[in-house]
């Protein structure tokens, strides 16, 4: 149990913070959060998110409060995209990821006609 502001106790729960940090790249950290805890309260204790002190050891260049708001990363619990403000549950997985850059159904294409003029040239 964890004390809380005020003297209440509440239970800990289990959680997952999982980053997409670069291509193939994912970091994970295990917490033990208060049952009540926010997707942004886990972010903050894994120390992907924050701003000052925790910003500068950040190894997630560009994650922050900001770039959730506006997009450039996403939030999700176990794959279901979810806003920074929803009260995560035990066993769950909060997974974050940066926006796509380029449209996969385009890189395709993009590939596909270099292949073609490799095997014809």
């Known amino acids: 149990m964890a004390p809380v502001e005020g003297g209440d106790v509440r239970e800990l729960i289990c959680v997952q913070v999982a980053v997409g940090v670069a291509p193939r790249e994912v970091r994970v950290v295990t917490l033990s959060v208060p049952e009540g805890s926010t997707v942004r309260d886990a972010l903050r204790l894994s120390g992907f998110l924050g701003a000052g002190a925790v910003a500068a050891v950040n190894p997630v260049i560009g994650l922050n409060e900001d770039a959730l708001a506006s997009g ?47 095997a014809r040239g």
Do not use: F, I, N
Request: glycine share 10%.
């Open 72 to 118: 450039l990363w996403t939030v999700g619990v176990w794959g279901r995209r979810e806003r920074p403000g929803h009260v995560l549950r035990d066993r769950d997985r909060v997974e974050v990821v940066r926006g796509l850059r380029v449209d996969p159904k385009e890189a395709r294409r993009v590939r596909y006609r270099a292949q073609g003029r490799a």
